[in-house]
């Protein structure tokens, strides 16, 4: 979005003159979505090491990236709204310093149908004070769990299986240095939170910076899978549950807290659980991983 002059101290992009107009009209808001050009290059070095004790295979990964990113749009006629999109006008570094472990006991990586998997991962970016303006810290704790209900041979090569998967993630976001003002508070909307996007994370709702961004990501799902052709294509259904919550609410992605007079209406539907439901085809091939999900 481009933003009006003076907006930054409320949250509201251009057009709007209040939360409810910005709420409300969809249709406005895609009138005003500034279209940009964006360069970025890359390079990084990753490394780990796994070991093979009986109950799991235990991984240890690292590494670091460096990138360099730059937009392009009109300066004299436009001001984006999101205040990353701003800075990154001009030559902008990205550093970032990333780690893992995991413990995973599952039989197949990818096409599990029984075991247990957890991992997590802590990502520093902004390793620079004074060249980098974003500075995060970001958690993801996952954990997942696989259990055959059934398995009963039909003939010489094909089983009859139903496996049931259950999966919890969180993930937590947390900003330092650049992104805050004088008084503490956040300088303006800015891309790179944690989301709902409606693909990998809730599915079928649509991404909506309003209400589904924020600096904490709960993640839940079931699924009830039934392999068609074992190692090929499943057949599932899923029943989802994300939520997201915007911890410091200094923006329309937070708005919970961020006036006195917003807090009592906004407290009904922040912090809720964005859930769906629905069948799905699942291609378990490892140069094809494909899903294909109807969510309701």
């Known amino acids: 979005f481009v933003y009006r002059a003076g907006s930054y101290g409320n949250g509201l992009p251009h057009p709007y003159t209040s939360r409810e107009q910005w709420a409300s009209s969809p249709g406005l808001a895609e009138s005003f979505r500034l ?8 390079i990084g070095a990753h490394t780990g090491y796994q070991w093979y004790p009986r109950y799991a295979v235990i991984r240890v990964n690292g590494g670091v990236d460096f990138r360099v ?5 009109d300066e004299d006629n436009n001001q984006p709204f999101d205040q ?4 990154q006008l001009n030559w902008t570094s990205i550093n970032s310093f990333w780690t893992s472990v995991s413990f995973d006991g599952r039989d197949f990586a990818y096409d599990p149908s029984s075991g247990w998997f957890l991992g997590q991962r802590c990502t520093f970016n902004g390793l620079v004070p004074f060249l980098e303006k974003e500075h995060s810290f970001r958690s993801d704790t996952k954990a997942e769990f696989y259990v055959t209900l059934l398995n009963y041979p039909v003939s010489a090569v094909w089983n009859l299986k139903f496996v049931l998967a259950f999966y919890t993630g969180v993930s937590v976001q947390t900003y330092y240095g650049g992104r805050k003002n004088k008084e503490g508070k956040s300088n303006g909307v800015r891309s790179g939170a944690l989301v709902i996007d409606g693909v990998l994370v809730g599915r079928g709702w649509s991404e909506d910076a309003k209400e589904n961004t924020g ?3 709960l993640h839940h799902w079931i699924e009830f899978r039934w392999p068609l052709a074992h190692g090929i294509v499943s057949f599932d259904f899923f029943f989802d549950a994300a939520m997201v919550y915007n ?3 200094q923006s329309p992605n937070g708005s919970s807290s961020a006036s006195s007079s917003s807090s009592s209406s906004s407290s009904s539907t922040e912090g809720l659980y964005k859930m769906s439901y629905g069948p799905g085809l ?3 091939l490892p140069q094809f ?3 294909l999900a109807f969510a309701n």
């Open 35 to 42: 279209k940009y050009s964006r360069f970025e290059s890359a």
């Open 69 to 73: 990113v730059k937009n392009f749009y």
């Open 84 to 87: 990353t999109v701003k800075e």
């Open 289 to 291: 991983p494909l899903k």
């Open 215 to 217: 600096d904490l990501l």
């Open 247 to 249: 911890i410091e609410s």
């Open 282 to 284: 699942r291609f378990t």
